[in-house]
C-alpha cells in the first residue's frame, strides 16, 4: 500500500499536526473570547484533540469535519470516551455539509493548504455569521524556493499551491473577509530548534506498517530542507 502524509497522520493518530502543536492552539484559542453560546467549526479535526479542548474549555457548541475515514473514527472515539456531544462529519471543507451563517467561528489548521484554497476558503465564508472570525495556522514559503523544492514538497504533501503571505490575504479578501484581526508570520525553523514537547497526543493504531516509517522520514528531510524558507501564518479574518 502506498502510504501519504495524511495517512501517516491518521496511523499515528497524531492530535496537532501542525505548527507550534497544541499549546499553540490553546493559547490562540483564548484570545478568541469564545463563549458558550458559540457556535464553533474545527474544519480539519483530524482524531478530535482541538474539537474536545473547545467543548470543554468553552463548554461551546462544538461541530467537527475531516475527510479522512481513519481521522473520523479516531476522533469518534475520543468524543465517546470523553462523552462529549460533538457534531463529526466525514466531509471535505471544500463542500461543508452545513447551512449558511451556521458558525461564529471557524478553525482550521494546516488543512486549507492541502485543499484548493479558493474553494475552502468561501466555503469557510459561507458557514460564517456575519462578523464570525476565521483562524488559519498554515504553512507559507517566505523566501524564493527552486523548482526543485517546491517539487519534492508538492510530492509529499500533495499541495498544489504553496502560497506566500501576501497571496493568502489577497484570497481571503476574494473570499468574502472584511478585514484581518490578526497577522503573525513566524519562521518555521524557530519551530525546528524547539525541544519542549508541544502538548500533541496520540492514538496510534493496533498495526503499524514499517514503510510509514519512510513516509516520516521524507517529512523530516522535507522540513529541514525548507527550513529557512518556510514560515507558518497565523491569521484571524473577520466575515
Known sequence: MHYTYMDLLAEYGIGSAHPGGFLLT??????????PVHYVLDAGCGTGQTSSYLYSAFKCHVSAVDNHPLMIEKALNR???EDQEITLKEASIEQLPFLNESF?????ESVTAFTDIATSLSEFNRVLRSGGRLLLNEMVQNHPTTESERSSFSELYQIKDLLNPDQWREK???????????????????????KNDNGNDFFPSDALDSSLQEVWQQHQRVTQLLASKLSYLLVVAVK
Open 26 to 35: 490553546k493559547s490562540l484559542l483564548k484570545q478568541l473570547k469564545i463563549k
Open 172 to 194: 481571503l479578501m476574494t473570499c468574502g473577509f472584511s478585514h484581518i484581526e490578526q497577522w503573525r508570520v513566524e519562521p518555521i525553523s524557530t519551530l525546528i530548534q524547539q
Open 79 to 81: 468524543f465517546h470516551m
Open 104 to 108: 461564529d467561528f471557524v478553525l482550521s
